[in-house]
């Protein structure tokens, strides 16, 4: 994953950052980022996860009494997330927390959701054909319905429906899913 991160509009771009949990620490030590009076900053994330589309932050601090060269310190944000769904409520709001050295940036920490096993599920089924029709659980047109059996009992769901299944069984027939 790669992320870009504007500091007083001057661009970073760090490449290759890896994370396995819902805590995303970047080191921005090779950076070189050193921090002025006042200060704004840009964090962009794309596709960090199949689920998510971006991650972005934007905001200002500053520093009262100029900080000395040892001294640490943190800012403490928010960081909007950006999910890849069909709801209107697709952005939720998580902590991000910068770790200042004197007037230099070291680290990033940022929070993600607590990683669901639904996009596993979600990239098996984002390759399955889809149709213009109807959900047989939720009863809204989408154009991505999919037919949950290799039959034709025509028992089409919406991806939506679909990742909320807890078993892998159809809820109108009780047969197993592909």
């Keep these: 994953m790669d992320v870009y991160i504007g500091l007083n509009y ?3 771009h760090i490449v290759n950052v890896k994370y396995y949990r819902s805590i995303l620490l970047i080191n921005v030590v090779d950076q070189q980022m050193q921090c002025k009076k006042t200060n704004s900053i ?3 994330m794309e596709n960090p996860r199949t689920n998510i589309e971006l991650v972005s932050a934007v905001f200002y601090f ?3 009494d100029w900080p000395q060269t040892g001294s ?3 800012v403490i ?6 999910y890849t769904t069909d709801n209107k409520q697709n952005q939720e709001t998580f902590p991000c927390i910068l770790f200042l050295k004197g007037q230099h940036l070291e680290e990033i920490l940022v929070y993600l ?4 096993t639904d996009f596993l599920r979600e990239l098996k089924y984002h ?3 889809t149709r213009l029709g109807s959900c047989v659980v939720c009863l809204e047109d989408n154009t991505n319905v999919v037919n949950v059996h290799a039959n ?3 028992h089409e769901m919406c991806n939506e429906c679909l990742l909320k299944l807890k078993k892998r069984e159809c809820p109108i027939c009780r047969e197993e899913i592909i």
């Design 42 to 44: 840009t964090i962009l």
């Design 113 to 116: 959701p607590v990683r669901p």
């Design 152 to 154: 034709d009992y025509a």
């Design 127 to 129: 390759f399955y054909p």
């Design 77 to 82: 944000s928010k960081c909007t997330i950006l």
């Design 10 to 12: 001057e661009w970073f």
């Design 62 to 64: 500053y520093f009262q």
């Design 72 to 74: 640490m310190g943190q």
